[in-house]
């Protein structure tokens, strides 16, 4: 059966630097999304990738954050310099169309020191 | 502003022993409400969605239900594996965002 899959399953990283989180969507699946989850908390988007384009993102995703679909199959999150706030699990998830279900990776946990 | 509200926090059941978890919501113009299953450091597994009030769907020991304000989950004579946190999320017209709930944590015991 046809998954999403992330790279790595625990990230650590100093204050500061710089983390790529990495996932592999369903491969004709359209849409590309990345959401996270800080510990006891609600699962909350923060942005959908369309058409090689950002289609819609939160407040969270501010300046700090980059996605990139570097070639046909990998999808990307980039943090430029993390903040300890920034320790979550983040999920990248996909879906065929819009309005259909997202299917999620078992995420990255990113702990930031 | 969409949000959704998911009822009761946790429930703790006998194997065996039916009940039902409830997910309000606001949003403005749905597009389709899904449940997800989470188990601890995991991501959300997909059950079911629904579009439109008065859709039911079914899987198993599972059934949602859904009307123009709340959804609910019932599940029939549970056994402990479908212990899990069970996720209700709402899309906005026009949108691709899922809005979550903080979910309701299920408990079976033997």
């Known amino acids: 059966e046809p998954e999403v899959t992330q790279t790595p399953s625990h990230q650590v990283t100093q204050m500061g630097q710089e983390v790529i989180l990495r996932c592999v969507p369903i491969s004709n699946h359209l849409y590309f999304y990345w959401y996270r989850q800080i510990l006891g908390q609600k699962v909350e988007f923060l942005v959908s990738f369309y058409n090689n384009e950002i289609s819609e993102k939160s407040e969270i995703f501010d300046d700090q954050f980059s996605v990139e679909r570097p070639d046909g199959s990998n999808f990307t999150l980039k943090i430029r310099s993390t903040k300890l706030e920034d320790s979550a699990m983040y999920f990248c998830?996909?879906?065929?169309?819009?309005?259909?279900?997202?299917?999620f990776g078992q995420g990255t946990r990113l702990t930031v020191v | 502003e969409d949000q959704v509200t998911q009822s009761p926090e946790a429930l703790r059941l006998q194997e065996g022993e039916s009940s039902s978890l409830n997910c309000s919501y606001t949003?403005?113009?749905?597009?389709?409400l899904f449940w997800y299953r989470q188990d601890p450091g995991k991501g959300p597994e997909f059950l079911f969605t629904?579009?439109?009030a008065g859709e039911e769907k079914e899987k198993e020991r599972l059934k949602a239900t859904l009307t123009k304000k709340e959804s609910f989950l019932h599940i029939t004579a549970p056994k402990p594996e479908d212990s899990a946190t069970y996720l209700c999320a709402v899309q906005g017209q026009g949108a691709q965002k899922l809005v979550f709930g903080q979910g309701t944590r299920l408990t079976i015991n033997p």
């Open positions: 629904l579009y439109s």
């Open positions: 998830a996909s879906s065929k169309h819009a309005n259909t279900e997202a299917f």
């Open positions: 949003v403005s113009g749905l597009r389709g």
